[in-house]
Nanobody
Framework: QVQLVESGGGLVQAGGSLRLSCLAS??????MGWFRQAPGKEREFVAI????????IYADSVKGRFTISRDNAKNTVYLQMNSLKPEDTAVYYC??????????????WGQGTQVTVSS
């Protein structure tokens, strides 16, 4: 059974930092990603990381500010978010990838973690 448990969100002022964690289980630990969904918008890709961390891709909107990493021994993927902006406000989700090129994920999603950035 797939389980995705995101944590670490909160309310922060613009320019601040947060570190999100995702405890993932139920599938062979493989390529994974962080995604986010703002109110009234589609869920969008934020960052993806390959199984052993050699491959990483960021969305242009977060490049240079966010860092994705993983600890396979702990079945956990992280997202360090620095220099946060109000437009980063969203619910953040992690998931396993089924296709690296298209960033397609499994259909199951966890509850996500809310990130709110005040101006």
């Amino acid at each position: 059974q797939v389980q995705l448990v995101e944590s670490g969100g909160g309310l922060v002022q613009a320019g601040g930092s947060l570190r999100l964690s995702c405890l993932a289980s139920g599938r062979t630990f493989s390529n994974m990603g962080w995604f986010r969904q703002a109110p009234g918008k589609e869920r969008e890709f934020v960052a993806i990381i390959s199984t052993y961390g050699a491959g990483i891709i960021y969305a242009d909107s977060v490049k240079g500010r966010f860092t994705i990493s993983r600890d396979n021994a702990k079945n956990t993927v992280y997202l360090q978010m620095n220099s946060l902006k109000p437009e980063d406000t969203a619910v953040y989700y992690c998931n396993f990838l089924t296709d690296w090129r298209t960033k397609k994920t499994y259909e199951y999603w966890g509850q996500g973690t809310q990130v709110t950035v005040s101006s």
